[in-house]
Every structure is written in structure tokens, then in C-alpha cells.
């Protein structure tokens, strides 16, 4: 079935059309979503949500784009509200923790110096990844996580967040030069 | 080429968008300096890192999507519930608001018809009180015209002394 195909015939509730739409998307929109959040569990999650979502809301899919474009912006919400949602659960377990002597951290701090030292400094270094992308400005991040973890093209990321060709290749150049700068800082104190 | 510009410029040669004069250049410089070499190293190996990362195709994932989805419907409000407080509760509104002025006017009208009543009942009274003393000469002073005009004769006199 054509994209067009499986869209008209979710529209009349057929629900074999739905599988194919999962099947055929969610590689590409679990990845999407783990991408932003980098927890395969909570990706798993927010996919699951993106697929309903995407169930529920057919009938607003006006075919302008890409059946792909519409499915990816709905995870990329789906995504920054995850992390804008999360960010706010850790500050307040943060909080908690100032006023917890639990020992879990203490024994967190035991199993990391059971890590090779190789390994610890991979992982320092993702981590440090991680970090810096999410605190690019929104745009920014959106546009390189697609770019660089999806490998979508210009056209493509244009498309999914709305903006010019020419918009998207601004954002991801901004993106890079401040992911370096902060990266190479983070190598230079270590 | 300077660190410096190297370093500004790293991402972009790891990515290979730079030209090939650019690339060249850094290229040149990084066989010369360890310390720029040391820092590409590293920038490679976390830029990359990145994507190894791929989560695989989930055999059981349309599974779990379809009992999210019945999930979904489940939690879903009735129609009663979901439109009850768009419809139903104007309409009660209305009904209780109808009601009050139904019976209000019905009120009102109870205690004008017993007004009327309460009327003719005391016009009934005087007619009756009337009617009795017509009959024992109570108001005897009407029918006596002879009297009643000396009564009013002597009334004037003892105002005309007064007045004097």
C-alpha cells in the first residue's frame, strides 16, 4: 500500500492499515524519539504515544507532506515535551535528594569504580555529548539531532520543522560550531 | 594554520564539509601537531559514538501499540459524560429557571384572585352592616331631616360666638 493508501484506509478504520503504517515507521520514529532522549525504554514509550497520537488524529493529515515528515514532527514534540517534562521531575528529585541521606548514591559511586577506566571515559564522553547538544537552543538541537542521528537531508528536516531549506543548513552550521566549542573546552579540562 | 583554526573547524573536517584546500590544511596540521591530534581523536571517537547507537526493528511493537491504542479508548469519557457539561447542564439550567418563573407567575396569580376575593367579601360586610342598622334605626339621624338640620343650625351659632 502507498502512504496515501494506508492514510485513506485508517480513515475508514481499517486497522490492518494501521500495523502497516507501524510496521513500516517505527524503526525510523523509535529512533527518532531515542535520539532526544537517549533512553531506549522511555523512546519505546513516546514512539508508542507518536503511533496513537498519529491513530487519533488522521483526519487532520491533509497529505501537504510527507506521511514520514508528519510522523517525525510528531515525535520530535513528543520528544521535547518528554525531556521539558523530565527536566522538571529532576530538579525536584534533585531537590530531594539535598534532603535524603539515602545510601543509593553512595553505592551508585561503588559500581562506577568497578568500570574500566577505558570504558568510564567512553561513557564520560557520550555523556558529555549528550549534554551539550541538549542545551543547544531548541532549533538547533532539533535540526543536528535529525541531521546527524537520523541522517535526514536538509529538505527533509525542512519539511518536518517547517522552516526553509536555507533556514535549516543556518541552524545546523550554529549547532556545530557550538557543540565543538563546548566539546573541545570539555577535552581541554579533562 | 593555527590550533585555533583548526579547532574551529574540526567538526566540519570530521563531517568532510569543508573544501579541499580546508581539508588539506588541517590535514597538514594535524600530521604536525600531537596536541591537535590528540583532541581529533577524540572528537571522532564521541562524534561517532553517537551513532552506533541504533535501536533495531521491535517484533512486538504494533503488539504494544494496539493495546495502548484500546487502552486509550477504554479511559475514553461516555458520550453522556463528555457532553453532558456542554448540553446537559445549559439545558438543566434552562428547565430549573422555566420552572421558577412558572411558578412564581402561578403564585402571583393565587394571591391577586384571593385579593379579590378578600374585596368582595368585605364590600359584602358593609352591605350587611348597613343593612342592620338601616334596620334598628341606628342611623335613625338620616331619616330624621328636621333634626338633623337644627343639629347643624346650632353647629354654626356656637362657631359664629366663637368667632366673636
Redesign the interface.
Known amino acids: 500500500m502507498t502512504d496515501q493508501q494506508i492514510v485513506r484506509e485508517i480513515k475508514h478504520g481499517n486497522e490492518e492499515a494501521f500495523r502497516e503504517l507501524v510496521e513500516k515507521n517505527q524503526e525510523m520514529i523509535i529512533n527518532v524519539c531515542y535520539s532526544f532522549v537517549h533512553d531506549r525504554e522511555d523512546a519505546m514509550d513516546i514512539a508508542q504515544e507518536v503511533f496513537i497520537k498519529a491513530y487519533n488524529s488522521i483526519d487532520k493529515f491533509q497529505g501537504k507532506s510527507k506521511l514520514s515528515s508528519w510522523l517525525y514532527r510528531i515525535a520530535v514534540n513528543k520528544s521535547l515535551n518528554f525531556i521539558r517534562d523530565h527536566k522538571r521531575k529532576n530538579i525536584l528529585s534533585s531537590l530531594d535528594l539535598l534532603f535524603d541521606n539515602s545510601p543509593d548514591i553512595s553505592d551508585k559511586i561503588e559500581d562506577d569504580s568497578e568500570n574500566t577506566e577505558e570504558s568510564f571515559e567512553n561513557e564520560e564522553m557520550k555523556a558529555a555529548l549528550k549534554k551539550t547538544i541538549n542545551e543547544l537552543p531548541k532549533k538547533q538541537k532539533v535540526a543536528l539531532t535529525l541531521n546527524k542521528f537520523e541522517e535526514l537531508s536538509y529538505k527533509e528536516i525542512a519539511e518536518v520543522m517547517d522552516i526553509s531549506v536555507s533556514e535549516t543548513g543556518v541552524l545546523i552550521n550554529r549547532a556545530k560550531k557550538q557543540l565543538q566549542k563546548k566539546l573541545i573546552k570539555t577535552f581541554k579540562n579533562q | 594554520m593555527k590550533c585555533n583554526k583548526v ?2 573547524n ?3 573536517y570530521i ?1 568532510g564539509e569543508l573544501s579541499s584546500d580546508k581539508t588539506e590544511e588541517i590535514y597538514n596540521h594535524l600530521m604536525q601537531c600531537n596536541e591537535c591530534r590528540k ?1 581529533y581523536k ?2 571522532t ?3 561517532n ?3 552506533e ?6 517484533p512486538f ?2 503488539t ?3 493495546q ?2 484500546e487502552n ?1 479508548r477504554a479511559k475514553e469519557p461516555s458520550v453522556l459524560k463528555k457532553y453532558g457539561k456542554i448540553i446537559l447542564q445549559p439545558a438543566i439550567y434552562f428547565i430549573v429557571l422555566g420552572l421558577g418563573i412558572f411558578i412564581g407567575v402561578q403564585l402571583g396569580q393565587g394571591v391577586q384572585s384571593q385579593q379579590q376575593v378578600s374585596g368582595n367579601e368585605i364590600s359584602s360586610r358593609q352591605e350587611i352592616i348597613e343593612a342592620y342598622a338601616d334596620s334598628n334605626y341606628i342611623n335613625g339621624m338620616q331619616l330624621e331631616a328636621l333634626e338633623a338640620e337644627m343639629l347643624t343650625q346650632e353647629q354654626s351659632n356656637e362657631k359664629g360666638e366663637n368667632n366673636e
Do not use: C, T
Request: charged content about 25%.
Open positions: 579547532h574551529k574540526l567538526l566540519f563531517d583532541l577524540k572528537m571517537g564521541v562524534w559514538s553517537a551513532e547507537e541504533r535501536i533495531p526493528y521491535q511493537f504494533y504494544r501499540v494496539a495502548g491504542l486509550n
